[in-house]
Every structure is written in structure tokens, then in C-alpha cells.
């Protein structure tokens, strides 16, 4: 019922920035919001979230560094990802969550920084 896909991967240097974008489309509406990443031999990891009223939460290691933000006319959540570091390399995954049907993913975008 929710189709999620993200977008805005790529490769940056360090000290670089990107963009995600995560389109959510489908008859259900999503509440909560979120990216996460998983990096090689490492467990998917949450990075930012979001509440359908705005409300954010962070991981330690992007405070400062990362913004979350969401566009409920458009049904898209962001990231915006400042002063990367190779330790930011991941793949990222968008996760919506719906009050009735539970939790969707996307399919994940590669975001690879180079030092």
C-alpha cells in the first residue's frame, strides 16, 4: 500500500554534502518518518527521524552535522548531510510508518565519502 524511493546518493569527499530525498506514494497515510543506514558488517542503524508533526531526533554521531526535514504537501522526507566523513559511508534507507499496516522501506541509496 506504500511505496517508498529515495534519492540523492552518490559520491562526495569529505567535508562534502548531499541531499536525500525519500517520495512516499500509495492510498496510506505515513505518520512517522526516518532514514537509517547500514554500512558494511555493521547492523542498520537509525540516523534521523521525524514525526508527522515536525519533531526530530538524531543520532549522536550526525548531530550538528545532519537535518531531517519533510514536506507533508509532497510527501517527502530529506536529509540533508553536511560536513561528511568517510565513517558516514553507508547505505541509506528511507522507513515510513503507517498506524495500521506497520513499517515500509525503500530500497536504499549508496552515499560514499571519500577521505
Known amino acids: 500500500q506504500v511505496q517508498l524511493v529515495e534519492s540523492g546518493g552518490g559520491l562526495v569527499q569529505a567535508g562534502g554534502s548531499l541531499r536525500l530525498a525519500c517520495a512516499a506514494s500509495?492510498?496510506?497515510?505515513?505518520?512517522?518518518m526516518g532514514w537509517y543506514r547500514q554500512a558494511p558488517g555493521k547492523q542498520r542503524e537509525l540516523v534521523a527521524a521525524?514525526?508527522?508533526?515536525?519533531?526530530?531526533n538524531y543520532a549522536d554521531s550526525v548531530k550538528g552535522r545532519f537535518t531531517i526535514s519533510r514536506d507533508n504537501a509532497k510527501n517527502t522526507v530529506y536529509l540533508q548531510m553536511n560536513s561528511l566523513k568517510p565513517e558516514d559511508t553507508a547505505v541509506y534507507y528511507c522507513?515510513?510508518?503507517?498506524?495500521?499496516?506497520?513499517?515500509?522501506w525503500g530500497q536504499g541509496t549508496q552515499v560514499t565519502v571519500s577521505s
Open positions: 522507513k515510513g510508518h503507517t498506524t495500521w499496516y506497520g513499517d515500509y
Open positions: 500509495g492510498r496510506v497515510s505515513i505518520n512517522d
Open positions: 521525524i514525526t508527522s508533526g515536525g519533531s526530530t
